[in-house]
């Protein structure tokens, strides 16, 4: 059967690789002192085998093992450039090459590791919903078999805000939405993780959010983070995307302005037995 595959995320290019490792270095630098209590609240603990799904460059496997001592760190992913600079990081146990939407295949690299707790954060809403279910039913089966904790963090961008609202933002935040959507992934996933969590099969998930805020980050590192995903959803408007990034870089404009959104967590370590 031919499974409906997402185009979001793909990093055809060298380029692009190079720019979105730098984003996400900065993006888990920025978020990881916010998420940590939430990773330890869901579940996370020193001494852990830690996988990683959809792992990306490393820099957040790199802050777990920084964070929580002696955790060993497997990440997974299927980009093979992403997958070398996560290889290099320090804290980083081992890392393999893997289709989260194979079902063999990820249970495989989970019989491999056992781990004590599975972590997958902003994979989903680049996922389509075939390719979720295939990898949440994967993570039941071995749940089914195994001890391991599942934790889902995801964006959902209904909770993002602007601060004088702003016409330009607005269009960029909704083109952004609209772009994913077409590619075939979701930025309003994070809202739902409970309940993907309950159809896969997973008992009582916990849920929480974490509220990322440029008073608190500063605008200049929220911007250095978000910055140029928002703008690319200008990008059937070249003009305004361009104005975008200048006005985001500008000095004054953290002064008078202000942005976030919350990151939403769901986690869950039982499975419904299967009755009879
Ligand atoms: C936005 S990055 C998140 C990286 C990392 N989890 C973090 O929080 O910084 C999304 C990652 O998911 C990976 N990914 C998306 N779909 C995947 C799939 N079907 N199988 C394996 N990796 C996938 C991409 O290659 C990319 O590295």
Redesign the pocket.
């Known amino acids: 059967m031919q499974r409906e595959?997402?185009r979001?995320?793909?990093?055809a290019d060298e380029g692009q690789r190079a720019d979105?490792a730098g984003r996400?270095d900065r993006?888990?630098r920025l978020?990881f002192p916010l998420e940590r209590g939430a990773l330890a609240a869901h579940g996370l603990e020193p001494g852990h085998t830690v996988v990683?799904?959809?792992?990306?460059?490393?820099?957040?496997?790199q802050l777990i093992a920084e964070a929580f001592a002696n955790t060993r760190c497997v990440?997974?992913?299927?980009?093979p450039g992403?997958?070398g600079d996560a290889r290099a990081r320090p804290g980083v146990m081992a890392v393999a090459?893997?289709?989260?939407?194979?079902q063999a295949a990820l249970l495989r690299e989970l019989d491999r590791f056992l781990p004590d707790l599975v972590?997958?954060?902003?994979?989903l809403?680049?996922?389509a919903p075939a390719?979720r279910t295939a990898?949440l039913s994967t993570l039941a089966e071995h749940a089914s078999k195994r001890a391991v904790r599942v934790v889902l963090?995801d964006v959902d961008s209904a909770s993002s805000f602007f601060e004088p609202p702003s016409p330009l933002l607005s269009e960029a935040h909704q083109g952004l939405e609209a772009l994913q959507a077409r590619s075939g992934g979701d930025r309003r996933i994070g809202a739902r993780l409970p309940d993907l969590l309950r159809t896969a099969g997973f008992e009582s998930p916990r849920a929480s959010r974490v509220l990322v805020d440029s008073r608190t980050t500063g605008f200049g590192a929220w911007w250095s983070a978000f910055g140029s995903p928002l703008s690319a959803g200008l990008a059937s408007r070249p003009a305004a995307q361009e104005a975008l990034l200048e006005w985001g870089t500008h000095p004054a404009t953290g002064d008078s302005f202000r942005a976030g959104f919350e990151v939403c967590f769901a986690s869950s370590g039982s499975v419904r037995r299967a009755s009879g």
């Open positions: 595959r997402s979001s995320y793909l990093l979105e996400l993006q888990a978020l990683d799904l959809g792992c990306g460059q490393g820099t957040y496997l990440g997974l992913d299927r980009h992403l997958l090459q893997c289709d989260l939407a194979g972590l997958c954060r902003f994979v809403q680049h996922m390719e990898m963090a």
